[in-house]
């Protein structure tokens, strides 16, 4: 469902999707970290994992 750009739900919606990012931006570079260290770990699930979080981090 599209919602209206000038729509109230909207703007509340966005305003909390960037909230999230905001305190996301202050361990970003410990996240990174997290994923590129689980790259060589010998579990499949681990590094599967880690390169689906490298590819949202990075598209």
């Known amino acids: 469902m599209m919602l209206n750009p000038s729509s109230r739900l909207k703007g509340e919606m966005d305003w909390q999707k960037y ?3 905001r305190c996301l931006h202050k361990c ?3 996240i ?3 994923y590129q260290e689980d790259w060589t ?3 499949m699930r681990v590094r599967q994992r ?3 979080m490298y590819l ?3 598209v």
Do not use: G, P
């Open 50 to 52: 880690a390169v689906a």
């Open 56 to 58: 949202i981090d990075k």
């Open 41 to 43: 770990s010998n579990e």
């Open 28 to 30: 970003v570079d410990k």
């Open 19 to 21: 909230e999230t990012a």
């Open 32 to 34: 990174r970290a997290n």
